[in-house]
């Protein structure tokens, strides 16, 4: 089976290439991958080369397929796996194995599997750890949203709190209490605001801050305070910016404190930028007993900041972070979307044909908006789907998107995803 994918030689050393697949052995399935959404982490992955734990030391020689948040179809079943498995079934990976130990994970580490492919090889320790997921659902991007919203819903059930005089800590948010997102209008931050609203344990009080006032007001129109409220969520959109005060360093602080219950601060703070003075400002709004949710991954290993020990000591404010989610959050958000719970098309922003993997990629810092969905088997730029409509003026393919897009509230759907491959040119090498 001839396969087209992108594959990781070295440092910024991305090729798209074809080049034929060995035949599965009788523990391995076959797959067909129709979407991948391009992950930070990816760009990581590809800056650092061999130098990152999960790329092997001998890329240059043996490259690997790139991408890790992928959905397809099963086309072809080893013996072992057919009572479990079928031809035709969709699926999605959880890419974090952790087989026997070792770190190697789809996306990173294998010659055969990626998610920036038209074809795969899923190896046999993917099953009998029970990372492949069968998808029941309609479009195949949300499939391949399960693995970084299972990261949002793994961040959340990390979060935990203490009682007085009992060494046992109790998993989760404050249910109904005070919770705040710092730099919270980007992609991921969306999504767990949209499980904050939609899932089973929710805050009272919402804060949601970002400099940037675009982001912040179309985070207000896709996640509105009005359908917060009605499951019970008191939603605040905050842009920090309008908070500065030359003579106050921590007028912001304040002003943020203020919109707490009594003033008292934040039960649990989800920080979801590296940025130093991010992470000291959430350490300020801590409340007694609060959770400081360092969720975004620094590509500094030297990354710190302050924190206030006098209230760890005093007022047991603690610190936790997670990188991924496990399986059973990668689950839990497959349900979620199928049964129409949350909607993290909001995620994304730009939509592609594998052709533009390699640009993308090693891009990723530099082009605005957030998640960046590509077809692995199609030709497309990368167009934001705000773009579509001025496309549209020349080209009707984009001209159909844009009409479809705009009757979902200018967000990527099913109906796009159909028209899309029924209609854009296929890959050719």
Same mark, same amino acid.
């Given at each position: 089976?001839?396969?087209?994918?992108?594959?990781?030689?070295?440092?910024?050393?991305?090729?798209?290439?074809?080049?034929?697949?060995?035949?599965?052995?009788?523990?391995?399935?076959?797959?067909?991958?129709?979407?991948?959404?391009?992950?930070?982490?990816?760009?990581?992955?590809?800056?650092?080369?061999?130098?990152?734990?999960?790329?092997?030391?001998?890329?240059?020689?043996?490259?690997?397929?790139?991408?890790?948040?992928?959905?397809?179809?099963?086309?072809?079943?080893?013996?072992?796996?057919?009572?479990?498995?079928?031809?035709?079934? *969709?699926?999605?990976?959880?890419?974090?194995?952790?087989?026997?130990?070792?770190?190697?994970?789809?996306?990173?580490?294998?010659?055969?599997?990626?998610?920036?492919?038209?074809?795969?090889?899923?190896?046999?320790?993917?099953?009998?750890?029970?990372?492949?997921?069968?998808?029941?659902?309609?479009?195949?991007?949300?499939?391949?949203?399960?693995?970084?919203?299972?990261?949002?819903?793994?961040?959340?059930?990390?979060?935990?709190?203490?009682?007085?005089?009992?060494?046992?800590?109790?998993?989760?948010?404050?249910?109904?209490?005070?919770?705040?997102?710092?730099?919270?209008?980007?992609?991921?931050?969306?999504?767990?605001?949209?499980?904050?609203?939609?899932?089973?344990?929710?805050?009272?009080?919402?804060?949601?801050?970002?400099?940037?006032?675009?982001?912040?007001?179309?985070?207000?129109?896709?996640?509105?305070?009005?359908?917060?409220?009605?499951?019970?969520?008191?939603?605040?959109?905050?842009?920090?910016?309008?908070?500065?005060?030359?003579?106050?360093?921590?007028?912001?602080?304040?002003?943020?404190?203020?919109?707490?219950?009594?003033?008292?601060?934040?039960?649990?703070?989800?920080?979801?930028?590296?940025?130093?003075?991010?992470?000291?400002?959430?350490?300020?709004?801590?409340?007694?007993?609060?959770?400081?949710?360092?969720?975004?991954?620094?590509?500094?290993?030297?990354?710190?900041?302050?924190?206030?020990?006098?209230?760890?000591?005093?007022?047991?404010?603690?610190?936790?972070?997670?990188?991924?989610?496990?399986?059973?959050?990668?689950?839990?958000?497959?349900?979620?979307?199928?049964?129409?719970?949350?909607?993290?098309?909001?995620?994304?922003?730009?939509?592609?044909?594998?052709?533009?993997?390699?640009?993308?990629?090693?891009?990723?810092?530099?082009?605005?908006?957030?998640? *960046?969905?590509?077809?692995?088997?199609?030709?497309?730029?990368?167009?934001?789907?705000?773009?579509?409509?001025?496309?549209? *003026?020349?080209?009707?393919?984009?001209?159909?998107?844009?009409?479809?897009?705009?009757?979902?509230?200018?967000?990527?759907?099913?109906?796009?995803?159909?028209?899309?491959?029924?209609?854009?040119?296929?890959?050719?090498?």
């Amino acid at each position: 089976m001839l396969t087209k994918a992108v594959r990781l030689y070295g440092v910024n050393d991305l090729r798209l290439e074809q080049f034929e697949l060995p035949e599965i052995k009788e523990d391995e399935i076959l797959a067909h991958v129709i979407s991948d959404s391009i992950c930070m982490s990816s760009y990581k992955a590809a800056i650092q080369g061999p130098n990152h734990k999960r790329v092997p030391d001998d890329v240059a020689e043996n490259p690997v397929i790139i991408g890790h948040e992928f959905c397809g179809e099963l086309v072809k079943v080893g013996e072992k796996w057919k009572n479990q498995f079928k031809e035709g079934q *969709k699926f999605s990976i959880q890419p974090a194995i952790n087989y026997k130990g070792s770190l190697a994970s789809p996306g990173y580490s294998y010659k055969y599997i990626g998610g920036a492919a038209t074809y795969v090889i899923i190896p046999n320790e993917v099953m009998e750890l029970g990372c492949l997921l069968p998808y029941e659902g309609e479009a195949f991007f949300y499939g391949s949203l399960s693995e970084p919203m299972s990261c949002i819903v793994g961040c959340y059930h990390a979060s935990y709190h203490t009682k007085p005089g009992v060494y046992k800590h109790e998993m989760g948010i404050v249910e109904g209490g005070n919770m705040a997102i710092l730099a919270g209008a980007g992609p991921m931050g969306l999504g767990l605001i949209d499980y904050a609203i939609h899932g089973d344990r929710r805050p009272g009080l919402l804060v949601v801050t970002d400099i940037d006032g675009a982001r912040l007001a179309r985070a207000a129109e896709v996640l509105t305070p009005e359908d917060a409220e009605k499951h019970g969520v008191k939603l605040v959109y905050v842009n920090t910016n309008d908070y500065t005060d030359p003579s106050d360093p921590y007028a912001a602080d304040n002003y943020l404190r203020s919109l707490s219950k009594d003033g008292v601060g934040y039960n649990d703070v989800f920080v979801f930028a590296p940025v130093k003075a991010l992470v000291e400002q959430a350490d300020r709004l801590l409340a007694h007993d609060g959770c400081l949710n360092f969720f975004a991954g620094p590509t500094d290993p030297k990354f710190s900041a302050m924190f206030n020990f006098y209230n760890v000591h005093y007022a047991s404010t603690h610190v936790v972070g997670t990188s991924g989610g496990n399986t059973a959050d990668m689950i839990e958000s497959l349900e979620y979307m199928q049964s129409g719970r949350i909607n993290p098309a909001a995620m994304i922003t730009h939509i592609g044909g594998l052709n533009t993997v390699v640009e993308t990629t090693i891009n990723l810092p530099n082009i605005p908006g957030g998640k *960046k969905l590509v077809y692995t088997n199609k030709d497309l730029p990368l167009v934001a789907i705000t773009d579509f409509a001025e496309r549209g *003026k020349d080209d009707p393919f984009y001209a159909a998107l844009a009409e479809i897009v705009s009757r979902n509230n200018n967000l990527w759907c099913t109906e796009a995803e159909k028209y899309l491959l029924a209609n854009a040119p296929d890959i050719v090498l």
